[in-house]
């Protein structure tokens, strides 16, 4: 199957000479691509192109299956359809700057984080550049549909199921195209990128020369707590992880989030938020507090109100820039993997239920 939005336009006149059409085309193809047209609303190509073209696959190999809307803050999560049926998710995010996609980089993931529901069935594959480009064209396209308006979305962050690092030269790719000129045209500052910590990947995205966000899943003070929660703290250790931080501040300029999800009884007491501050003295850095969600396959539970303020309170005490995340969309299972493995789990007792009637 041809995966079109993969290609940069220059890739695209290669394919299109190949097919015996000249390399202007690529342009007015790639056009029509970022706008989310389908092949028959490519009114100024050939007819025997588009059908062609057609043949070989859709336009966009994501289509949104279902959208499911908070009532409460206006947040709406995707469950996304790729051409192979796998499922993976996403979601906008309403600000008062503008709307955030949450995208995903993987089909599942293989880091087995115990707090996150998107790594319980492992990976089963890595998204193509096209699979990620398409995630925010579909939204875009179904925004525009949906409102009648000309909304777009002006802001990604990589915090969707899978590992973006583990996916690098794809996410790379990514990055690339959706700041082209003649394609979405997106600020890359406006790009957050989330990793748990792949120690040589940081120090290849430092040098990548992309002004992109890094957000660390941190979610610990020191590497036993981290190790009970994250099993990639088995192979690389926060000293690590924090010197390829600081390596990646000074190449780029650019401030790195840590992301710390609040697990009650592990790592939210007082003590740890003052060894997580002497940690992270000096840095040019935000900690980004998470209330964590629970997820019923682990035995992991929120802290109480009193707890998550306190351990806040101390950081700011320390000195240590911190905020705590908005909950949004939590009406509508609109954590990581949540949505998508509800969905699963009711596919597989759907199937399980017509076989006993077979």
């Known amino acids: 199957m041809a995966d079109l939005l993969s290609l940069a336009p220059e890739e695209l006149a290669d394919k299109l000479k190949a097919m015996g059409q000249s390399a202007f085309r690529a342009r007015q193809l790639y056009s029509w691509l970022v706008r989310g047209v389908d092949y028959d609303g490519m009114t100024n190509l050939p007819r025997a192109l588009r059908e062609a073209l057609a043949a070989e696959g859709p336009a966009n190999p994501v289509r949104i299956l279902r ?9 709406e999560k995707y469950l996304y359809e790729l051409c192979d049926g796998n499922i993976v998710e996403g979601v906008t995010m309403r600000y008062n700057y503008g ?3 949450c995208v995903s980089t993987q089909v599942g993931c293989r880091m087995g984080c115990r707090f996150c529901a998107s790594t319980l069935e492992g990976c089963v594959r890595d998204l193509t550049p ?12 179904h925004l525009r549909n949906r409102d009648g308006a000309a909304e777009h979305i002006g802001n990604v962050v990589l915090m969707g199921s899978g590992e973006p690092l583990d996916n ?39 040098d990548e020369g992309l002004p992109v966000t890094l957000c660390i899943s941190l979610h610990a003070p020191n590497d036993d707590i981290r190790k009970q929660l994250m099993p990639i703290a088995n192979r690389y250790a926060m000293d690590d992880i924090l010197d390829a931080c600081r390596n990646y501040i000074e190449r780029t300029g650019r401030r790195v989030i840590f992301e710390y999800a609040l697990v009650g009884g592990v790592n939210c007491a007082p003590e740890h938020a003052r060894e997580l501050a002497s940690r992270l003295r000096n840095m040019q850095c935000h900690v980004n507090l998470i209330p964590l969600n629970d997820v019923p396959e682990r035995d992991l ?58």
């Open 67 to 75: 959208s499911v809307v908070s009532q409460k803050d206006g947040t």
């Open 99 to 101: 709307d955030t996609l």
């Open 130 to 141: 096209g699979e990620l480009l398409g995630q925010i064209i579909a939204v875009n396209a």
């Open 168 to 206: 690098y030269d794809n996410v790379v790719k990514f990055l690339r195209l959706m700041n082209r000129e003649d394609g979405l045209h997106m600020s890359l500052r406006g790009v957050s990128l989330s990793t748990c910590g792949l120690v040589p990947r940081i120090y290849d995205l430092a």
């Open 301 to 358: 539970r929120a802290p109480g109100e009193a707890a998550m303020r306190a351990f806040e309170a101390e950081l700011k005490r320390l000195h240590i820039s911190v905020s705590r995340r908005r909950e949004m969309g939590d009406d509508i299972e609109g954590a990581c993997g949540q949505l998508r493995r509800a969905y699963l789990n009711r596919a597989d007792a759907s199937s399980s239920a017509e076989g006993n009637c077979q």
